[in-house]
Nanobody, 124 residues
Framework: QVQLVESGGGLVQAGGSLRLSCAAS????????MGWFRQVPGKEREFVAA????????YYADSVKGQFTISRDNAKNTVYLQMSSLKPEDMAVYYC?????????????????WGQGTQVTVSS
C-alpha cells in the first residue's frame, strides 16, 4: 500500500505561482510513476502531469505544457508540481496519484493510489 499526502494548495491571484507537494509513504518500491490530476465540479478528473519514478521521464497535458513543471525528490519520496502563470481555468482540486503498473502515465486507470486532493483557487 502507498499513502499520498498533498500540500501546497491555496488562493493565488491570476498570473501567480504555487507549488504543490505530494509525499509518499508505505511500499515506495512498488511505485513506477506518479502523476497529478485535477478536477472541477461537474467534470471528469483530468490528467495534468506525470513523472516516472526511476528515470524521471516527464509527461504533460497539452494545456499545461510550458506552464507547469513536475519534479521528484526520491530521497524525500516527494513529487512536486510547480505551477506558474496561473489562470482562472487552472482552478480545481488537484490530486496526486501513484502507479505501480507499467502503463501510459496519462491514463487515469494506470494509477492505484490517490491522495485526498488539495484545492487551488485562482482569483481574476
Amino acid at each position: 500500500q502507498v499513502q499520498l499526502v498533498e500540500s501546497g494548495g491555496g488562493l493565488v491571484q491570476a498570473g501567480g505561482s504555487l507549488r504543490l507537494s505530494c509525499a509518499a509513504s508505505g511500499t515506495i518500491g512498488s511505485i513506477k510513476a506518479m502523476g497529478w490530476f485535477r478536477q472541477v465540479p461537474g467534470k471528469e478528473r483530468e490528467f495534468v502531469a506525470a513523472i516516472s519514478w526511476s528515470g524521471g521521464i516527464t509527461y504533460y497535458a497539452d494545456s499545461v505544457k510550458g506552464q507547469f513543471t513536475i519534479s521528484r525528490d526520491n530521497a524525500k519520496n516527494t513529487v512536486y508540481l510547480q505551477m506558474s502563470s496561473l489562470k482562472p481555468e487552472d482552478m480545481a482540486v488537484y490530486y496526486c496519484a501513484a502507479s505501480s503498473r507499467f502503463a501510459p502515465m496519462s491514463h487515469i486507470w494506470a494509477y492505484d493510489y490517490w491522495g485526498q486532493g488539495t484545492q487551488v483557487t485562482v482569483s481574476s
